[in-house]
């Protein structure tokens, strides 16, 4: 039997970064940790969305944060039509929020142009939300992982991290970021 050699298919995507990379990516840019998941492995419930109405200051006066950010059902529907995400932990909620939005426009120009990033904490890009007239920076601003109903800390467990303890958002060591990619 004689086997023909077929030529190794060009990927569609010649700049697209590996998995590694996207990780070196966000170390570089300076989070404390990077690690790739399967978006599977993001857990979301409505009880999240309840604890931005009834406990932080920026519900319903800030663009990016319940009721004005997704709906959890799609939420449901976004994280179904990704595989992987880089989940990230940094040192503070701005940082976080900066650096997906900064991760998210390197993997899109990288051949990953479904990239979405999710921050941590209410956009505070500007002060007061321009609620009336719009969003003045909608390429930066991004809602919150818990601001979608995702359950950062069952998330960060079940990607074996752990996470300092449940305490007020102004004395937390960590903060964690989504950049979904595929």
């Not at 601003?141 to 449940?166: E, F, H």
């Amino acid at each position: 039997m004689i086997h023909k050699l077929q030529k190794k298919k060009k990927s569609p995507y010649p700049h697209r970064l590996k998995n590694s990379e996207c990780v070196q990516e966000a170390l570089g840019l300076g989070c404390q940790d990077a690690k790739i998941i399967s978006a599977e492995t993001v857990i979301t419930g409505h009880w999240v969305k309840l604890k931005c109405q009834y406990g932080c200051p920026s519900f319903a006066s800030v663009l990016t944060c319940p009721p004005y950010s997704p709906t959890l059902e799609d939420v449901w529907d976004l994280l179904g039509s990704y595989h992987l995400a880089l989940l990230i932990r940094c040192e503070s909620d701005e940082f976080t929020r900066n650096v997906v939005v900064e991760l998210e426009n390197r993997f899109v120009s990288s051949g990953f142009h479904k990239a979405f990033g999710l921050g941590s904490g209410p956009c505070r890009l500007c002060a007061p939300c321009e609620m009336e007239s719009g969003c003045k920076f909608p390429e930066k601003a991004r809602p919150s992982m818990t601001a979608c109903g995702i359950d950062v800390y069952k998330t960060v467990q079940n990607n074996g991290w752990t996470s300092s303890p449940l305490l007020p958002f102004n004395q937390r060591k960590d903060h964690f970021g989504l950049v979904l990619i595929d």
